[in-house]
T-cell receptor
Framework: NAGVTQTPKFQVLKTGQSMTLQCAQD?????MSWYRQDPGMGLRLIHY???????DQGEVPNGYNVSRSTTEDFPLRLLSAAPSQTSVYFC?????????????FGPGTRLLVL | QKEVEQDPGPLSVPEGAIVSLNCTYS??????FMWYRQYSRKGPELLMY??SSGNKEDGRFTAQVDKSSKYISLFIRDSQPSDSATYLC????????????WGLGTSLAVNP
């Protein structure tokens, strides 16, 4: 099992450019989410999905779009990059039982917006 | 007031020391309590998971939950340099919407 994979590992964008951060998991998890991690701000939820075709907004969704056409893939799109979106982005997928949830994180994508 | 408070440190200890990491929270609705470990330039990984109050032990790690005080702890015994990482607490409520609420993380350095 590869677990959760993310591409690219590092990206530099200019203000106004768009791009897609890729995320894939091979654990057949229904729940997937995108976070950004910034110094002093911790992990903040951007968008999440509870299954194919179902997405919802998290804490900081503005400037980002997601879609979930398959269980495996959950791409994050930056519509028009801004310097405030410079961050480390983590994708996670979750295994849930009735009383336990384990989130598995990808290695992250470091994004620099100039 | 943030829902979860965690001292960011940094915390520096000698090898072999007992380490205590803590989070406090304000909402009594939290039922699930987790500790994640994050090495530099890596994603977080689940270390300990507890439900409701009490202690849970796994090797050198003990997670403790005191719901009456709204206080959770992670103890590391016989700390090793390989324990040097950032430790994040994460909490969630019962029900279908179990979004995680994260602490900012405590940076720990164990010196040989």
């Amino acid at each position: 099992n590869a677990g959760v994979t993310q591409t690219p590992k590092f990206q530099v964008l200019k203000t106004g450019q768009s791009m897609t951060l890729q995320c894939a998991q091979d654990m057949n998890h229904e729940y997937m989410s995108w976070y950004r991690q910034d110094p002093g701000m911790g992990l903040r939820l951007i968008h999440y999905s509870v299954g194919a075709g179902i997405t919802d907004q998290g804490e900081v969704p503005n400037g980002y779009n997601v879609s979930r056409s398959t269980t495996e893939d959950f791409p994050l799109r930056l519509l028009s990059a801004a310097p405030s979106q410079t961050s480390v982005y983590f994708c996670a997928s979750s295994f849930r039982t009735s009383y336990q949830e384990t989130q598995y994180f990808g290695p992250g994508t470091r994004l620099l917006v100039l | 007031q943030k829902e979860v408070e965690q001292d960011p440190g940094p915390l520096s200890v000698p090898e072999g020391a007992i380490v205590s990491l803590n989070c406090t929270y304000s909402n009594s609705a939290f039922q699930y309590f987790m500790w994640y470990r994050q090495y530099s330039r890596k994603g977080p990984e689940l270390l300990m998971y507890t439900y409701s109050s009490g202690n849970k032990e796994d090797g050198r790690f003990t997670a403790q939950v005191d719901k009456s005080s709204k206080y959770i702890s992670l103890f590391i015994r016989d700390s090793q340099p390989s324990d040097s990482a950032t430790y994040l607490c994460a909490l969630s409520k019962a029900g279908n919407n179990r979004k995680l609420i994260w602490g900012l993380g405590t940076s720990l350095a164990v010196n040989p």
